[in-house]
T-cell receptor
Protein backbone atom coordinates (compact mmCIF):
# COMPACT_ATOMS: atom_id res chain seq x y z
CA UNK A 1 0.00 0.00 0.00
CA UNK A 2 0.83 3.63 -0.17
CA UNK A 3 3.17 5.05 2.49
CA UNK A 4 2.44 8.70 3.12
CA UNK A 5 4.40 11.08 5.30
CA UNK A 6 3.66 14.69 6.11
CA UNK A 7 6.06 17.28 7.47
CA UNK A 8 6.00 19.11 9.71
CA UNK A 9 3.48 17.61 12.13
CA UNK A 10 2.90 21.01 13.72
CA UNK A 11 3.52 24.47 12.32
CA UNK A 12 3.10 27.83 13.99
CA UNK A 13 3.27 31.02 11.93
CA UNK A 14 2.42 34.63 12.50
CA UNK A 15 -0.51 36.14 10.70
CA UNK A 16 0.56 37.30 7.27
CA UNK A 17 3.45 34.85 6.97
CA UNK A 18 3.56 31.92 4.56
CA UNK A 19 3.18 28.26 5.48
CA UNK A 20 4.44 25.23 3.58
CA UNK A 21 3.49 21.61 4.27
CA UNK A 22 5.18 18.75 2.43
CA UNK A 23 3.78 15.33 1.65
CA UNK A 24 5.89 12.42 0.44
CA UNK A 25 4.45 9.20 -0.95
CA UNK A 26 5.73 5.85 -2.11
CA UNK A 27 3.37 4.66 -4.85
CA UNK A 28 4.75 5.79 -8.22
CA UNK A 29 1.32 5.07 -9.73
CA UNK A 30 -0.30 7.89 -7.72
CA UNK A 31 -1.84 10.40 -10.07
CA UNK A 32 -4.19 12.49 -7.95
CA UNK A 33 -2.95 14.72 -5.13
CA UNK A 34 -5.52 16.45 -2.92
CA UNK A 35 -5.17 18.49 0.25
CA UNK A 36 -7.90 18.51 2.88
CA UNK A 37 -8.48 20.94 5.73
CA UNK A 38 -10.10 19.80 8.95
CA UNK A 39 -11.40 22.34 11.43
CA UNK A 40 -12.02 21.38 15.02
CA UNK A 41 -15.04 19.11 15.40
CA UNK A 42 -15.70 18.86 11.67
CA UNK A 43 -15.02 16.49 8.83
CA UNK A 44 -12.19 17.16 6.36
CA UNK A 45 -12.91 19.44 3.43
CA UNK A 46 -11.08 19.56 0.11
CA UNK A 47 -9.22 22.84 -0.39
CA UNK A 48 -7.12 22.13 -3.47
CA UNK A 49 -6.10 19.22 -5.66
CA UNK A 50 -3.78 18.55 -8.56
CA UNK A 51 -3.42 15.80 -11.12
CA UNK A 52 -0.18 14.26 -12.30
CA UNK A 53 -0.11 16.05 -15.64
CA UNK A 54 0.12 19.42 -13.89
CA UNK A 55 3.08 20.70 -11.88
CA UNK A 56 1.43 23.53 -10.00
CA UNK A 57 -2.03 24.85 -9.26
CA UNK A 58 -3.04 28.02 -7.48
CA UNK A 59 -6.29 29.20 -5.98
CA UNK A 60 -6.05 32.64 -4.40
CA UNK A 61 -3.80 32.27 -1.32
CA UNK A 62 -3.42 28.51 -1.67
CA UNK A 63 -1.17 26.62 -4.07
CA UNK A 64 -0.05 23.04 -4.55
CA UNK A 65 3.17 22.01 -6.27
CA UNK A 66 3.99 18.50 -7.44
CA UNK A 67 7.32 16.79 -8.02
CA UNK A 68 6.48 13.33 -9.37
CA UNK A 69 10.11 12.36 -9.87
CA UNK A 70 10.86 12.89 -6.18
CA UNK A 71 7.38 11.69 -5.15
CA UNK A 72 6.35 14.64 -3.10
CA UNK A 73 3.87 17.48 -3.28
CA UNK A 74 3.48 20.56 -1.14
CA UNK A 75 0.76 22.88 0.09
CA UNK A 76 1.61 26.57 0.14
CA UNK A 77 -0.52 29.11 2.01
CA UNK A 78 0.42 32.77 1.64
CA UNK A 79 -0.70 35.72 3.76
CA UNK A 80 -1.96 33.40 6.47
CA UNK A 81 -5.00 34.38 8.49
CA UNK A 82 -6.35 33.10 11.84
CA UNK A 83 -9.07 31.16 10.00
CA UNK A 84 -6.33 29.10 8.32
CA UNK A 85 -5.67 27.46 11.70
CA UNK A 86 -6.66 23.82 11.27
CA UNK A 87 -5.26 20.37 10.58
CA UNK A 88 -4.23 19.73 6.98
CA UNK A 89 -4.07 16.30 5.38
CA UNK A 90 -2.62 15.16 2.10
CA UNK A 91 -4.17 12.11 0.41
CA UNK A 92 -2.22 10.92 -2.64
CA UNK A 93 -4.24 8.47 -4.71
CA UNK A 94 -3.13 5.86 -7.21
CA UNK A 95 -4.66 3.10 -9.23
CA UNK A 96 -5.83 1.30 -6.10
CA UNK A 97 -8.61 3.88 -6.01
CA UNK A 98 -8.42 4.31 -2.28
CA UNK A 99 -7.51 7.49 -0.49
CA UNK A 100 -4.54 7.10 1.86
CA UNK A 101 -4.30 10.04 4.21
CA UNK A 102 -1.17 11.46 5.73
CA UNK A 103 -0.98 11.82 9.51
CA UNK A 104 -1.81 15.51 9.35
CA UNK A 105 -0.18 18.87 10.04
CA UNK A 106 -1.59 21.13 12.71
CA UNK A 107 -1.24 24.73 11.56
CA UNK A 108 -1.61 27.51 14.08
CA UNK A 109 -1.70 31.10 12.91
CA UNK A 110 -0.96 33.53 15.70
CA UNK A 111 -1.83 37.21 15.80
CA UNK B 1 -28.90 19.77 -0.05
CA UNK B 2 -28.01 18.43 3.37
CA UNK B 3 -24.84 16.84 1.96
CA UNK B 4 -23.52 13.91 4.02
CA UNK B 5 -25.29 13.32 7.32
CA UNK B 6 -24.24 11.00 10.13
CA UNK B 7 -26.07 9.81 13.21
CA UNK B 8 -25.52 9.69 16.09
CA UNK B 9 -22.99 12.43 16.85
CA UNK B 10 -21.85 10.75 20.05
CA UNK B 11 -22.19 7.21 21.35
CA UNK B 12 -20.93 5.27 24.36
CA UNK B 13 -20.97 1.48 24.22
CA UNK B 14 -19.94 -1.30 26.53
CA UNK B 15 -17.56 -3.97 25.33
CA UNK B 16 -19.45 -6.62 23.38
CA UNK B 17 -22.41 -4.46 22.42
CA UNK B 18 -23.33 -3.98 18.78
CA UNK B 19 -24.56 -0.88 17.02
CA UNK B 20 -25.01 0.73 13.62
CA UNK B 21 -23.61 4.09 12.59
CA UNK B 22 -25.84 5.70 10.02
CA UNK B 23 -24.67 7.63 6.96
CA UNK B 24 -26.77 9.20 4.24
CA UNK B 25 -26.10 11.53 1.33
CA UNK B 26 -28.50 13.41 -0.91
CA UNK B 27 -26.09 14.24 -3.74
CA UNK B 28 -26.71 11.07 -5.78
CA UNK B 29 -23.08 10.04 -5.31
CA UNK B 30 -22.06 6.56 -6.37
CA UNK B 31 -18.98 6.28 -4.15
CA UNK B 32 -19.27 6.14 -0.37
CA UNK B 33 -16.77 5.19 2.30
CA UNK B 34 -16.14 4.95 6.02
CA UNK B 35 -13.00 6.14 7.79
CA UNK B 36 -11.87 6.10 11.37
CA UNK B 37 -9.70 8.85 12.79
CA UNK B 38 -7.39 8.22 15.72
CA UNK B 39 -4.97 10.73 17.24
CA UNK B 40 -1.74 10.98 15.27
CA UNK B 41 -2.85 8.46 12.64
CA UNK B 42 -4.81 10.47 10.12
CA UNK B 43 -7.86 8.83 8.60
CA UNK B 44 -7.88 5.13 7.79
CA UNK B 45 -10.29 3.56 5.34
CA UNK B 46 -12.57 0.88 6.83
CA UNK B 47 -14.93 -0.06 3.97
CA UNK B 48 -16.06 1.54 0.76
CA UNK B 49 -18.75 1.13 -1.88
CA UNK B 50 -18.70 1.95 -5.58
CA UNK B 51 -22.48 1.70 -5.93
CA UNK B 52 -25.61 0.08 -4.56
CA UNK B 53 -25.01 -3.60 -3.85
CA UNK B 54 -21.21 -3.33 -4.13
CA UNK B 55 -18.87 -3.03 -1.16
CA UNK B 56 -15.21 -3.74 -0.51
CA UNK B 57 -12.73 -3.70 2.34
CA UNK B 58 -10.35 -0.91 3.10
CA UNK B 59 -7.26 -0.79 5.27
CA UNK B 60 -8.85 -1.67 8.65
CA UNK B 61 -12.07 -3.70 8.05
CA UNK B 62 -11.92 -6.16 10.96
CA UNK B 63 -14.83 -5.87 13.38
CA UNK B 64 -16.99 -3.87 10.98
CA UNK B 65 -19.65 -4.75 8.42
CA UNK B 66 -21.28 -2.63 5.74
CA UNK B 67 -24.04 -2.94 3.20
CA UNK B 68 -25.29 -0.65 0.44
CA UNK B 69 -28.90 -1.37 -0.46
CA UNK B 70 -29.59 2.13 -1.80
CA UNK B 71 -27.49 4.87 -3.37
CA UNK B 72 -28.25 7.20 -0.46
CA UNK B 73 -27.42 5.08 2.59
CA UNK B 74 -24.26 3.36 3.74
CA UNK B 75 -24.52 2.10 7.36
CA UNK B 76 -21.54 0.82 9.32
CA UNK B 77 -22.16 -2.00 11.79
CA UNK B 78 -19.99 -2.80 14.77
CA UNK B 79 -20.59 -6.47 15.49
CA UNK B 80 -19.12 -6.74 19.00
CA UNK B 81 -17.61 -3.47 20.19
CA UNK B 82 -14.09 -3.45 21.62
CA UNK B 83 -12.16 -0.62 23.34
CA UNK B 84 -9.83 -0.55 20.31
CA UNK B 85 -12.78 0.74 18.28
CA UNK B 86 -12.96 3.92 20.30
CA UNK B 87 -12.48 6.53 17.60
CA UNK B 88 -14.12 9.22 15.52
CA UNK B 89 -15.85 7.80 12.46
CA UNK B 90 -16.37 9.72 9.24
CA UNK B 91 -18.49 8.84 6.28
CA UNK B 92 -17.65 10.32 2.88
CA UNK B 93 -19.11 10.32 -0.61
CA UNK B 94 -17.86 11.18 -4.06
CA UNK B 95 -19.58 11.80 -7.38
CA UNK B 96 -17.81 9.55 -9.79
CA UNK B 97 -14.55 8.08 -8.61
CA UNK B 98 -11.71 8.47 -6.20
CA UNK B 99 -10.10 11.19 -8.26
CA UNK B 100 -12.72 13.68 -7.33
CA UNK B 101 -13.62 15.60 -4.19
CA UNK B 102 -14.66 13.49 -1.22
CA UNK B 103 -17.46 15.10 0.80
CA UNK B 104 -17.25 14.21 4.48
CA UNK B 105 -19.95 14.04 7.10
CA UNK B 106 -19.56 15.70 10.54
CA UNK B 107 -18.43 12.49 12.22
CA UNK B 108 -19.55 10.20 15.04
CA UNK B 109 -17.48 10.07 18.20
CA UNK B 110 -17.63 6.56 19.62
CA UNK B 111 -16.35 5.48 23.02
CA UNK B 112 -16.23 1.80 23.97
CA UNK B 113 -15.82 1.11 27.66
Amino acid sequence: GENVEQHPSTLSVQEGDSAVIKCTYSDSASNYFPWYKQELGKGPQLIIDIRSNVGEKKDQRIAVTLNKTAKHFSLHITETQPEDSAVYFCAPTGTASKLTFGTGTRLQVTL
Amino acid sequence: NAGVTQTPKFQVLKTGQSMTLQCAQDMNHEYMSWYRQDPGMGLRLIHYSVGAGITDQGEVPNGYNVSRSTTEDFPLRLLSAAPSQTSVYFCASSYSDWYNEQFFGPGTRLTVL
